[in-house]
């Protein structure tokens, strides 16, 4: 029995340290969210998001409202332009706007190309509930399984929205 509690609080442990915060209480990854949710996920041509053979997502978390977000996007906007078409990920924008004419006016203003969950869809729930923190600009770096490789809280720190950039960028 001590053995038993031993290992479930080792893993709590280990939850803590490498996810730099509380464990989700969601059992929903990436792949799962992608599946159920597939839906509320759309190209920015309005087309519906189908994850693609590609090893890296970004999930990023803003809002028009925020003025920090307004000072990243267009690095990430430029960073995902000069990767061009044979860039091995995908990006994908969880609103915090209040209501989809907002979130649509933002991503108009800021150019974003890429995909976005629907506005306070199911699947934008859902991935900011596996994946979101209590703050934005918030960037997470998925592998091609949805098991996070860096985000913008580490270690119970903000280490920035660049820092799941860079951390791809070590890689290549």
């Known amino acids: 029995m001590k053995t038993a509690i031993l290992l479930i609080l080792l893993a709590l442990g280990s939850v803590w340290l490498f996810t730099g915060g509380s464990p989700r209480t969601t059992s929903e990854t ?3 969210i992608c599946r159920k949710h597939w839906g509320d996920l759309k190209n920015a041509d309005g087309t519906t998001f189908r994850p693609s053979a590609k ?5 990023y978390f803003s809002a028009g409202w925020c003025g ?11 960073f995902y332009q000069e990767a061009g078409e044979q860039r091995d990920f995908a990006v994908v924008f969880v609103s915090s706007d209040r209501s989809p004419e907002d979130m649509a ?3 108009k203003e800021m150019d974003m190309p890429w995909a976005s969950a629907v506005h306070g869809s199911a699947g934008a729930n859902a991935l900011k ?3 979101g923190e209590r703050g934005i600009p918030h960037v997470v770096l998925l592998d091609a399984g949805g098991a996070v490789i860096a985000r913008s809280f580490e270690g119970g720190q903000y280490r920035g929205p660049n820092h799941p950039v ?3 960028k070590s890689r290549h």
């Open 55 to 59: 090893p890296y997502t970004f999930v």
């Open 68 to 78: 920090p977000c307004h000072q990243y996007t267009p690095l990430l906007v430029k």
């Open 166 to 168: 860079e951390v791809y």
């Open 105 to 107: 006016d933002y991503m």
């Open 129 to 131: 509930a596996a994946y």
């Open 30 to 32: 990436w792949g799962v």
